[in-house]
């Protein structure tokens, strides 16, 4: 995790109930959808051709052979290219690119303009040092080339996508999400916001809710198994202690005790969990939410951490470190019922407000989980303005999982 990411600049908002050739907003139908056991070929999705790991690679001849691909443009032809970076490029490198057409060659199948402008994510750094993020880039790419079109979420269109057989090496081809802006964990949002974003949220939860469709993923995308989650609980355990040690004298010691107190539960807390399940974001926060200038339609970035979970941990992550405390407390009641709401509202049965409310309860244990590894494994440079963001949301998990004893609950349990 990161404190800005490069991916938070790709994509483009859409209405919150609507497909543009900008975004997707996959709801498909029954008919269309996998068969579970039609597993997925992740590593190895598209052609070496596809994959590039410098901008300078992408030709007009490139760029044209993406926008005619699987996701169909028609005859375009793109004449030339021009690329400026964009984000930090710490786990992967962003570019935004320029297209200008040929006369007369500017219009997709369907009739409508070819993208003026489009994102193109690839690798970062020698690829023989990615061992570590080309899990993230295998999902990432799985995610796009496998599940989004079953996703009822806005997400950026995804024009192309290519990942090497070994996962050091990718290539996405990503619609352009300017003018929306990415929120910001320092700033956090309002109630509005926060509403528009946990409806999309269930979007992405129902679509995959105790869905068989996942397990024709498991090749690229298992499901947590027991020595995984030991050594994750046990890493966090250290983890925490260093991260207490960073932070000495300017996190207050009742933070400290209660993210001790959170690690040594994780692996309670995680083994213990069946049922429900589905796709998780997994770090669903306002960096990685892009929203419209005016009105809902937030689109959601940056797929490098998705996992299977309880749902109501992306729920209780997001608005543990989106809304100030005092906000959180006023308003979660409202917000976790939207989320219910919408998850009752796209065919989720059997599921109570009450339980959905305890599971926001018990999902917290996430917000420690991801904050205190990612802050103290992250690829970039330390700054003042991670150190702030890293604070912020430290502070508010901590004061959600005392106001909701979460602890209490799990230990309990």
Request: hydrophobic letters at 40%.
């Amino acid at each position: 995790m990161q404190p800005s990411h490069p991916e938070s600049l790709s994509g483009s908002a859409s209405g919150s109930d609507s497909a543009s050739a900008a975004s997707t907003h996959a709801d498909v139908d029954a008919d269309a959808r996998r068969e579970p056991g039609s597993g997925a070929d992740v590593p190895g999705v598209g052609t070496a051709e596809q994959i590039v790991d410098d901008p300078a690679e992408i030709t007009p001849a490139w760029m044209t052979a993406a926008l005619r691909g699987a996701n169909g443009a028609g005859d375009v032809e793109v004449r030339a290219v021009s690329h400026e970076p964009i984000g930090t490029g710490q786990i992967g490198s962003s570019y935004r690119f320029r297209l200008e057409y040929a006369p007369g060659r500017d219009t997709t199948a369907d009739g409508a303009p070819a993208p003026r402008t489009l994102v193109v994510k690839m690798g970062a750094g020698d690829p023989g040092g990615r061992d570590v993020v080309r899990r993230g880039y295998r999902k990432e790419v799985g995610f796009y080339a496998r599940l989004a079109r079953d996703a009822r979420i806005n997400i950026p269109r995804c024009w192309q996508a290519a990942i090497s057989p070994d996962s050091r090496a990718f290539t996405l081809v990503l619609a352009d999400a300017a003018p929306a802006r990415p929120g910001s964990q320092e700033d956090g949002c309002d109630e509005a916001r926060a509403t528009d974003a946990v409806r999309a949220l269930a979007g992405l939860h129902a679509s995959f809710w105790n869905s068989e469709l996942l397990a024709a993923e498991s090749d690229w995308l298992p499901r947590p198994q027991d020595a995984e989650l030991a050594f994750m609980a046990e890493l966090l355990v250290a983890t925490t202690k260093d991260f207490g040690d960073r932070f000495a004298g300017v996190l207050d010691q009742r933070d400290v005790d209660t993210l001790h107190r959170a690690a040594a539960l994780t692996y309670q807390w995680e083994s213990g969990w069946r049922a429900p399940f589905t796709l998780l974001h997994g770090d669903y926060r306002l960096d990685n939410l892009m929203f419209p200038a005016q009105g809902p339609g937030v689109l959601t970035v940056d797929w490098q951490t998705i996992t299977i979970g309880l749902p109501a941990r992306d729920l209780a992550y997001f608005l543990s470190t989106a809304l100030p405390p005092a906000v959180r407390r006023a308003a979660e009641h409202r917000l976790v019922a939207a989320y219910h709401e919408r998850l009752v509202e796209l065919g989720v049965t059997g599921y109570s407000a009450e339980q959905c409310f305890t599971d926001y309860r018990s999902g917290m244990l996430h917000g420690p989980l991801i904050t205190v590894l990612g802050c103290m494994f992250a690829a970039g440079v330390r700054s003042e303005r991670s150190d702030r963001m890293f604070l912020s949301m430290a502070r508010g998990i901590c004061a959600a999982l005392r106001d909701l004893e979460s602890l209490d609950l799990i230990a309990g349990s």
